[in-house]
């Protein structure tokens, strides 16, 4: 496993709905709608340096993503802002943090799925920990083919950062099974989506080829990457890209804010050249890190 418990977060203050609590004390209802049905939406943020990273795209994609599922109450920019500065401060954190920011639709009269339950407005749960990359960004990860497939948007859209996460906690269990770091998912025509938990970069003969976002999550990292590669002059296409593409690229590489830009080293037993420390992967991935600690959004004291 990847991920270890860190002493650092034993006594960590957490922000739920209105103010602060000691971890012991940080608490939401049984009667909470993510509870009931995981009906909340989240975002995963992460601090450099002082700074929260791309802290206004992650606040957008966040109140975009409870619009969508109707939620009513949402808070406002400013609110958001506020409840994460306050428990950064709350912690000292200033680098080497990562966010858990989760907007459930709020704690409901009782027991059931209908929304209008919810009576009591949305919760703003902001969760921030040390935590470094989760992954081995040089020594880079493995991945097998799930045979669970990313959700079309014909059921649930991947343009909404909810937290049904359960098919991509599904292809999780089986790379687990079978020795791997994650697991790459396919939509329902067989494409390549993404991976349970990041976004998906291949790179053939001196293009950058991802693909299209319709059944991955429009990731923030994958924008910021494919800006980057076009600022480099490098040709990027989103588009149908098959595992039998991914097989046979010259570098692979994941994308998220929990573990940045990640090599892939093996899908499927079939190795992946990766020539990562002189091919184009290093190029983005440097001025990648230029911005993660030249930019975002500077912690008010
Ligand atoms: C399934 C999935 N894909 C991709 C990503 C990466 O998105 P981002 O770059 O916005 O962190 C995430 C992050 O939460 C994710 O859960």
Known sequence: MKQKFNRKNSRIKIFIKDRLYERKDA???????SVQGGDAVWEGL????????????????????????LFTEIPARKFIIEAVTETLKANNMNDNVHIRL?????????????????KNGSCLIVLAEWKPPVYDNKSGIKLITSHICRNSSRSLDSKIH????LNNILAKIEANISGADDALMLDISGFVAETNAANIFMIKDGNLNT??????????TRKLVLDIAGNLGIKCFEKNLSVTEF????????TGTMGELTPVTEIDGRKIINNINSGIFRKIETKFRELTLNSGYKIQN
């Open 211 to 220: 693909p299209a976002a319709d059944a991955c999550l429009p990731g923030i």
């Open 102 to 118: 989760t907007l459930t639709r709020g704690e409901k009269i009782t027991s059931g799925m209908d929304p209008r339950l919810n």
């Open 247 to 254: 097989y046979n690229a010259d570098e692979v590489f994941t």
């Open 46 to 69: 992460r601090v450099y340096n002082g700074k929260i990273f791309c802290f206004d795209e992650h606040v957008k994609r966040l109140r975009e993503s409870a619009k969508s599922l």
């Open 27 to 33: 608490k939401i209802s049984v009667f909470d709608s």
């Open 162 to 165: 909810h937290n049904n996460l």
